[in-house]
């Protein structure tokens, strides 16, 4: 099965600061990538998602995500947080031949003013 | 509205009572799947099914059940609940595995 390691449980940012949340996974074959958010008290939503094609792919609220396959990576990233995007995020994976998800284990981004 | 719905919201129970928790979507979605969520372990599959009558086992299939006799519905049944199921629990549908997969709310369940 794969597995998704988030490298950073935490990640206390400024407002208008850039984050990165890091995100790699286990998997000698093709797999299709995803980040979901989930706000306080809500469940999670797609953020955006990765099957095939340009390596870099965007959200409609600023994030962008690159796939790199030689390290295994999927890393999230905004230039310019606002307090709204308090929220955990989750990295997810799965095989394209399968019907799994594996999900990682969330990173809590908290916006400062 | 498209929306995946489920029932209850939030339940306390004893070791041993069985339980139901229901999951509908209204989206004609084929793929439906149960995860649990649990601090620092993020979100772990228990279960999905690829369309009425297939169902097959996630990461943590051990003490739950399920069934998929209808499309919109995926009941996720524990037979005899353990202080260690108490986790939160969310139900999501999808296209295929590999679409956008649409959250419930989440159901916050208690064994004492």
């Known amino acids: 099965a794969q597995s998704v390691t988030q490298l950073d449980s935490q990640v206390p940012v400024f407002e208008e600061a850039p984050v990165e949340l890091r995100c790699n996974y286990s998997s000698s074959v093709s797999v299709y990538l995803f980040w979901y958010v989930q706000y306080p008290n809500q469940g999670l939503q797609l953020l955006l998602k990765?099957?095939?094609?340009?390596?870099l792919v965007e959200s409609i609220n600023g994030f962008e995500a690159e796939f790199n396959k030689s390290q295994t990576s999927f890393h999230l990233r905004k230039p310019s947080v606002h307090i709204s995007d308090t929220a955990e995020y989750f990295c997810a994976v799965s095989l394209n031949n399968d019907y799994k998800l594996s999900f990682g284990a969330g990173t809590t981004v908290t916006v400062r003013a | 509205e498209a929306q995946v719905t489920q029932n209850p919201r939030y339940l306390i129970t004893v070791t041993g009572k069985k339980l139901t928790v229901t999951c509908s979507q209204n989206m004609n979605h084929e793929y439906m799947s149960w995860y649990r969520q649990d601090p620092g372990l993020g979100l772990r599959q228990i279960y999905y099914?690829?369309?009425?009558?297939?169902?097959d086992k996630g990461d943590v299939p051990e003490g739950y059940k399920v069934s998929r006799k209808e499309k919109r519905n995926f009941p996720l049944i524990l037979e005899s609940p353990s202080p260690n199921q108490t986790s939160l629990y969310f139900c999501?549908?999808?296209?295929?595995?590999?679409?956008?997969?649409?959250f419930g709310p989440g159901t916050r369940l208690t064994v004492l």
């Open positions: 990765y099957l095939s094609g340009s390596t």
């Open positions: 099914s690829m369309n009425v009558e297939v169902t």
């Open positions: 999501a549908s999808s296209w295929q595995a590999t679409d956008t997969q649409y």
